[in-house]
């Protein structure tokens, strides 16, 4: 079927967006794939699209940024499909606010749910790793990592990943885990849209005029992201660990 044949995936925030076309990309790949998502619904949504690719799916409703759900979480796959081999940590959230506005509760939410969530889910996903000598986890930064107004929170959770998927690299490597981090820059997705609205901007403007600002003319769909994320979990990227890849349309500064 694929170059994933065999292999269970775990993909978070995969109830839509760009976790959604990253868990269907793999499933095309051959993966199994458990769909982990606050949005319960949104995960079954993902998994009938699974299933018309001719794969396995799993919804488990789960909030990375709670150990004891993403132990759990984790369990329940471990059961469903024999254990984990990929893991694509992609669940987060915004609270836009400029820094002198953000309560300590939206600075929290971020950073619990971007970089909190992909500690403890790669923390449990290598348990899994560890004893196969391979594995592959990929990490959801952003060009938001570079600084943007109105984003500490985010882009701090943003670079913040860039320095973990680094760390694990190097530290899970002996064991055939490759880690690596893919960094979009303007994906249409609903939270694109809310990034539009919050700035008051309709979103079809939102998108031309990002647009006209991006070297290939045009923006990110999230299969340009899944592309990227497969290719990382397949063997032909065995090679390739602790990298952040920029999926951005052109050279990022």
């Known amino acids: 079927m694929g170059n994933l044949d065999g292999k269970v995936a775990v993909v978070t925030g995969a109830a839509r967006g760009i976790g959604q076309a990253e868990a269907v990309r793999l499933a ?6 458990a ?5 319960e619904a949104g995960c079954q949504e993902t ?29 329940t796959v471990a059961d469903k499909f024999g254990s984990v081999d990929i893991l694509v940590n992609n669940a987060g959230i915004i609270r836009d606010e400029l820094v002198y506005k953000m309560t300590v509760q939206e600075w929290d939410a971020v950073i619990d749910t971007h970089l909190k969530g992909s500690f403890l889910c790669s923390r449990e996903a290598q348990k899994y790793m560890v004893p196969k000598n391979w594995g592959r986890i990929v990490n959801t930064s952003s060009t938001a ?21 680094k760390t694990l690299a190097i530290e899970l490597g002996r064991y055939g885990i490759t880690v690596n981090a893919v960094a979009p820059g303007f994906i249409q997705t609903e939270m694109t849209r809310s990034t539009a609205e919050r700035i008051g901007v309709p979103f079809e ?12 003319r045009r923006v990110g769909q999230p299969i340009d992201v899944a592309n990227v994320v497969a290719f990382l979990c397949s063997d032909e990227a065995s090679y390739v660990s602790g990298q952040v890849i920029y999926v951005a349309g052109g050279p990022t500064v």
């Open 35 to 39: 769909v982990f998502d606050i949005n």
């Open 47 to 75: 998994v009938a699209k699974i299933a018309e690719v001719g794969s396995q799916g799993i919804a488990v409703a789960c909030n990375v940024a709670d150990e004891q759900q993403v132990t759990a979480a984790f369990a």
């Open 205 to 216: 403007k939102f998108i031309e005029e990002a647009a006209q600002r991006i070297p290939v």
């Open 145 to 165: 990592a570079l600084g943007n107004r109105g984003q500490a929170n985010y882009s701090s959770a943003k670079a913040g990943l860039q320095g973990l998927t």
């Open 28 to 33: 095309q790949q051959g993966a199994k794939v």
